[in-house]
């Protein structure tokens, strides 16, 4: 058995503390500002806009803001948010044919039909009337392709 110190529980003993106070934590629940970006973005949602690009400086609390509204959101509708995009198309395809739960015979037989230029038509046929909402964050990482 390996001894390791463990800082969470240090800080439990020694101050009475629940966890470390100094490691950096996004909190969506105490997002504040950005009132007016925030409606916005909801009124899109709600009135079925398509796209929607959010901008800004480094720190300016654009990674905050998706996850208050990812949080905000995702209790009425299907809300997948990515950190960061996916480099292999390969790869956003998994997570749409992941997060969709698919069907034993869409695991088994159609999973491989289904690529980046068929993938709307899938995520169409399975969310039927109801919204699937993406959210990518670091947008400035994706590749040029």
Known sequence: MENYFDLNQAYQKNFGWNSNPFSFRIIPEIFTGYGHEVSTILNGVNDG??????????????????????????????????????????????????????????????????NLYNLGDFV??????????LFVDECHEAPAQ
């Open 49 to 114: 806009s398509r796209f929607a690009i959010v901008t800004g400086q480094s720190g300016t609390g654009k990674t905050t803001m998706l996850k208050h509204l990812n949080q905000r959101i995702g209790e009425k509708k299907l809300v997948l948010y990515l950190p960061k995009p996916p480099t292999d198309p390969k790869d956003f395809v998994e997570i749409f044919t992941t997060n969709l739960k698919l069907n034993f015979f869409e695991k088994n037989i159609s999973r491989r039909d289904i």
């Open 124 to 133: 169409n046929r399975k969310t039927k009337d109801s919204k699937i909402i």
